[in-house]
């Protein structure tokens, strides 16, 4: 089934669109809610989205483990309803993509790429994002994660390519704060230049081929609304209370040391 939705994804890719992972040692690996994936899961970093039919992964952390910055109510309507339509959504249409292409259906084919790529990118980009975030350990027993450690391998990298982890955030909190209607901010390695740099993408995109996602955070609507109304600066500003900088860095250490999860 991997073949297959990677063709489909393939199809979906119209320039620098859906990268869908085909080649990496990727890990699948059962969780219950509620789990601690620090530690759990070991070095590598996170991989809930590699099969079909796709599945709802579940939180390991309580819904309201990201409060006072994500309230319980956004994390259960974020998961449960808006994650989990892209997961009903990516099986309904990569069927109906496989028929349409045994089928020789080639109109099929075409009306079912750009749904296809919205809800395939939308259901991979939330499945990582539950594990871009995780409870600051400052405000939770047992939080983890939280703690930005400037001597790690990704810290190294990130004072080497922006100065200091503050100048970071403030790219990524004014480019998240200026993508228009609904997108992600991300901090990417880029193959080709062997640096990290920050991206925005529209809608479900997520990073292409040669950019390896480090950290996503939504900016759709749907992602604060609830928390801050119109306020999506406030939210960026928030957020970094509850990066999980550990999944971070096990994502760029194993990029980095030629593993990549991506
Ligand atoms: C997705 O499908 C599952 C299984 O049929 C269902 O329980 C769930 O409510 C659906 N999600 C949404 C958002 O409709
Ligand atoms: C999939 O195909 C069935 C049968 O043609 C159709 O009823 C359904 O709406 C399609 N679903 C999607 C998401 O395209
Ligand atoms: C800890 O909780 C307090 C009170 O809810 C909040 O103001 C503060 O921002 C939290 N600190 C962190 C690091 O999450
Ligand atoms: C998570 O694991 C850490 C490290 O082993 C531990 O200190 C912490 O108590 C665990 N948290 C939970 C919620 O189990």
Redesign the pocket.
Known sequence: MRSVLASVAALALSSSVLAFPTSSPLLKREHESGGNDTAEYGDGPIVDFQSLPAELPPLRYEYNALEPHISEAIMRFHHDFHHSSFVN?TN??TT?MTRAIEEGDLAQVVR?TN?IQLNVAGHINHAMFWHTLSPNPANHSGGYGGVYDESSTLGQQITENFGSIERLKGIMEAMGAAVPGSGWVWLIWDRQNQALDVITTANQLNPAATEVPIIGIDVWEHAYYLDYYNRRPAYLRAIWNVINWNEANKRFTAEASGNSWW
Do not use: K, M
């Open positions: 959504n309904a249409l109906n079912l749904p």
